[in-house]
C-alpha cells in the first residue's frame, strides 16, 4: 500500500526512487557501508549532524536532533503537529493521513519527498564539502524546491513564492 502510494506522488521520479530505497533501507547511509563492509571497521559510522548515534536511515531522518528541528520547523510552516514514530515507513503514513482533499495529500507528499531530500543533499554537503548548513537554511531550501515542484507538477493554479511560503495549503487548495 506505502509504495503504491509513494509512486502517485507528484515529486520528480529520481526524488521518488530515492524515497524508495530510504523506505527498503538502500541508501548508503554510514551503517548500511559498514555492514556492506564498504567503510572500513575502524570507523565509528556516527551521524555527522548530531555525533550522537550510528548513522542509520532511521536516525538520520527521524531520530536525530537536528533533522528533529527541521520537521518541527516544516510541521510549524504548514501548520501541523508532527509526531516521531519509529520507521519511516510510519512517518509517511502520517503524512498520508487522514488527508481527504486528494490535492492537499499530493501536496503533502511533495512536501515530505522534499524535505527527505533536502536533509539527504545537506548530509552529503557536510561530509563531501565540510559544509554544515543552519537546519532554518534547510527549510528554506525545502520551501523554495516544494515551491518550484508544485508549480511544475501539480495541477492547480500557480501561487507566488512569497504566498508559498505564507501560506502553502491554500495554494494547494486553488
Known amino acids: 500500500m506505502v509504495f503504491d502510494l509513494l509512486w502517485k506522488s507528484p ?15 538502500r541508501i548508503p547511509t554510514k551503517h548500511n557501508l559498514l555492514s556492506r563492509r564498504i567503510l572500513p571497521p ?11 548515534a550510528a548513522e542509520t536511515a532511521t536516525h538520520l531522518f527521524l531520530h536525530c536532533d537536528w533533522t528533529f528541528k527541521v520537521w518541527s520547523k516544516v510541521g510549524g510552516w504548514l501548520g501541523i503537529n508532527l509526531i516521531t514514530p519509529q520507521s519511516i515507513f510510519q512517518h509517511f ?8 482533499r486528494n490535492k492537499l495529500r ?10 527527505l531530500w533536502t536533509i539527504w543533499k545537506a548530509r552529503n554537503d557536510r561530509i563531501f564539502k ?8 534547510i527549510v528554506e531550501e525545502i520551501k523554495v524546491i516544494s515551491w518550484n515542484w508544485a508549480i511544475t507538477r501539480l495541477k492547480s493554479l500557480p501561487c507566488l513564492y512569497y504566498e508559498w511560503c505564507w501560506n502553502p495549503i491554500e495554494c494547494l487548495l486553488r
Open 11 to 25: 515529486a520528480p521520479s529520481k526524488v521518488v526512487a530515492f524515497s524508495w530505497q530510504l523506505l527498503l533501507n
Open 42 to 52: 575502524v570507523s565509528l559510522g556516527r551521524c555527522d549532524f548530531c555525533d550522537q
Open 93 to 100: 503514513e502520517c503524512w498520508n493521513g487522514e488527508i481527504e
Open 106 to 115: 499530493k501536496g503533502y507528499w511533495l512536501v515530505w519527498h522534499a524535505v
Open 130 to 137: 565540510n559544509l554544515m548548513k543552519d537546519f532554518g537554511e
